[in-house]
């Protein structure tokens, strides 16, 4: 890339990161939409959001969680019960063994806490009786959490968008683009889509790797409604940062382009959005997409085939020097 | 319609829609917005999102699910404790067959999975405890996955909007115009209302048939507060992708009409969307929209008809040629 | 107001009112922000929300409602188990009378509705164990809907503004103004504040009443941040729908205000929204409104007095030919 | 400041709050967001959201006022089983004294409350069963709310946004800025986040002191992604209302600094906002920010360090003179 053309390009330092951030080729986003980050400086307790950890973590992890914390609260309240005497739970008589007493405790705590309260064991006693009370409204609120959590989780707003795992270049019109390729692959219907693509390149400034953003304007950034794919364009003319890029400098300056899309859903009645990015390693320098949509063999509806989402064939890219100014005599491969 | 109209105007590619979808003449659009389309290439479980499939099926469907549901895991712990031995279930003894032991064994297990627990049959040993106390911790947590359903189909934002049946070509001002009504059915009150329509054509083109979407721009694209009805209209001038249109041509095209309505509701205090599609068997060439409102007898308050949303006289469309240019000498029917 | 004054505005058509809505004068907007309105043509059933009248109802008639509704759906049940048998609950052995055991039935019934189970009465058999396992997942799923319904209600986001009860048209810079003022009167913190006010004019025009519409520009539309009082302005310059009119023709032409405030709260983190209208014996002609804040006695904070919100008093207003231009020799008192 | 450059500059009175409120110093905004203000004027449950306050209020004080909550309508029942004879309560044989009989209704009300009923104390009779059929719906109503307002508590969507606690003004290309940083300080991620920054200053006029509203214009007032800190930079040129502010201005006028941040969180997915403000003595006159993260020790990631949001060293400010017009000698320490 020739210095001249580098200087006018204008670089853009609105991202939201900084000028060195992660200087030896670390990603800035991770695949899955996440900043390739960590916090420090405060206690972990204040730099967690426990809802965002609790909307984010695996389901299995999640359930396994829940697991373990019902057990815990019926453990404290059955130690509870147990020490304030198990005598005073009515219909233990049956349990001699300190064992066989903590067991019932620890039942009779479950049932408590659920609020199922069967009675052949029941409280007796202010004590035993005030404890039984706090359990139950310990339980009432609790479960309050967790359930309002699971389906948190389960009608979260997403927008179920699959990527292709290749970003192009690509022949276009007379010269070439960056595409990709997305669609959602779920049964939901998304409107008023937008997107937007950042291009982050590891650049050798004044003797140090400082990381720089060109935003990438696309040839829609905005559509109105995504039923099949769609295929993101960013067209590399003369303004583009990439007008001069040959196939080396992909990964020579470690390249990284990030996307990010909004839309409307409307089953959720909510904005969705989802992120991505890609790697130097994810280019492919001259190919083009194929279509990954066919008509049903009857006619009456189009079937989108979701395996066919990063399906390209290798084809030669045209030479940058023959569109948009003739006098230009730069050869890129 | 001549071909050099049809160079002069700009079909757009921004509709989500490739250009040759559904080639044979399928809607693109099914009347209830969704879109008309199967997705393939990945297991159907990856390409369902269960909430949107229960946000979206019927209510009588949806009761029976949950129904079904209910008396599986009841099934399916009454076997567990069935398995366990009944005799665990202190309670039970009057039951001495099979099938009366494994009737206790499943109402208990519902008494549980409720929380009711009348306690009349009541766990005991440290197995079948175990189990009640599993249960009831499931039956919390389905529950409330079961009823956030329930009050999400309930209270999911909704436009309740009726359109017209059909879309009309319709005499406007000096020319013509393609008109459709809209009115919400219920008593909500939508505010902020954004019309959105496109039409899609199957056009001939070097020998093989493709879809091209042409934006309609619309005399109001957006209204303060829908109260009444609204019709939309699309002034067919020239720079209509319409003007040239004969009545033929609906037919032949396979016109397609696509509405996309965006609003405020004020008691969801959410945006509310709804999509429709006319096909070219829902055009009226040759109509005009009458009244659907009239004032109250006592003359308080204004009384809208929705009965008579689609009430339309037929009336003779002003040729083409008068509006505009004089030079314009084809005759439109 | 001078014809060809009249002829130079435009109005607009685009409010969702239709042009000869309510001709005989009854108000378009209630006080409230509902439409004067009433829907005809398809069955009740199917043009009521149940979800926006449930959010819309009184309090005291919700509560009652709920009292009213789980008292027939324990009947209901109640019934069942009287006819299948009381013989069949268990510990109803004392009740003899067709009335006491009704009552048993009644109250079992209840028991299992709202799971709280005490198993003093408890089903016994195949039949009577199966209604109450029915009822009991009945119980789980209305209470699901009912006490969403209670949260929906009580965290249903709402603007709470207090409009001021007059309009008035006040001196403003060397003109005059229409004005009226608001200020949230909860202890909620409003942003992104957007006003939008609306002029309706009852017309004579060719012999028939038909209602006009006129958007009524702002001083500003739009302000940051709402924490003190907000007086809308609408400047009558020579651009006005207002710029001629004489005292006489704000009840002549049965002038209605109709102003729609949208804005963002912070606490329900959402768009909230509230509309009112002014009718014309609500204008104030010639008065100016006197601040309703003062400084606390310690000077530390702002005290916003709440019962001002309408204080006015009555000032002369400057003759409208002195502003603007010179040439107008027109009077208006 | 000379009286000219005053002149010239626009102060806005669409920020809300009035030209002359708390004139005597007190801050306009408190630094938690809060408006300095107290409504008055009607009744305060008239001009109290109980939402807006069980939202706001502090978490340990929520908890307590439920648990205060629930034992008072457990005494409320409690007094009326009592009152209606304990008799009618089944098992409660064993209780003779007045406090063992109270307390036996206490406990009852609380497991009828809870909906856990154990049944081993149990209702008998019309009058009972009909108060506990009561409480128990009561029971499911209020536990409604009471939960409802713990998940809408825990999941309230906000930004989780650390702001340095100074504001700096530093030097900024050829001249100089005001600048201050802020950065989420959970694993939140903020999307399209908007800046907007507003200047207060109480300004000797005419004799008597008035509040005067400046908006700062930023180099961005709205960046795509928020991974990393941002600082917010107000450019200090000849347009800035601080052009010609010296050191002692600062605190002479009072200055206060409104910054309000709008941004979309993914989790969350909502729009999140929060507000803070500085006051003079929160300025400091010379010094810039240092940065406040790091590349990790392995290179793979970066770290952002949040102890250091303010840190800043001193420095000496360019003249003012400097930048822009030469002709100006005015000299700025």
Redesign the interface.
Known sequence: MSIQNRQRLRDI??????PN??????R??NSD??????????PIW????????L??MKGSHFILG??LF?TFI?LIFAVIYFLTGVSHL?GTDGAHTTSEQF?EAF?FS???L???????????G?MT??I??IE??V???T??????????R????RA?LLFSPSVLIAPFKEGRALMLRMAT?????L???EA?V?LAMHEEENGKTVTKFYPLPLQ?A?????????TIVHAIDEDSPLYHCRKEDVTDTKMEVIV?I?A?D????????Q?TSYTHNQFVYGAKFL?M?E??PD??????????INLHELVKLPDAKTHHHKGNVEVNP
Chains 1, 2, 3, 4 share one sequence.
């Open positions: 330092d609105n991202t939201g990161f900084g951030s992660s200087v030896e080729g670390g800035l986003i939409g996440s900043a390739n980050l960590r916090k420090r400086g405060i204040e730099r967690t959001s426990v809802y965002h950890s909307l984010r829940i697991f019902y019926n009515t067991m039942f479950s049932q408590t659920t609020t199922v309260g069967y009675g052949h064991v029941a409280p007796s202010m009786n005030s039984a009370s139950s409204l339980g009432i609120l479960f309050a959490l967790v359930t309002g959590l699971i389906y948190g389960f009608s979260r707003p179920y692959y779920k049964n939901n219907h409107t008023d889509v937007n950042t829609f905005k559509i109105n409604s995504l039923a099949l794919s769609w990010n909004k409307f409307d089953h959720f009645s909510n904005i969705v959005q992120r279509p949509f008509k049903a006619g009456d509806y189009t079937i989108l085939e979701l395996d066919k």
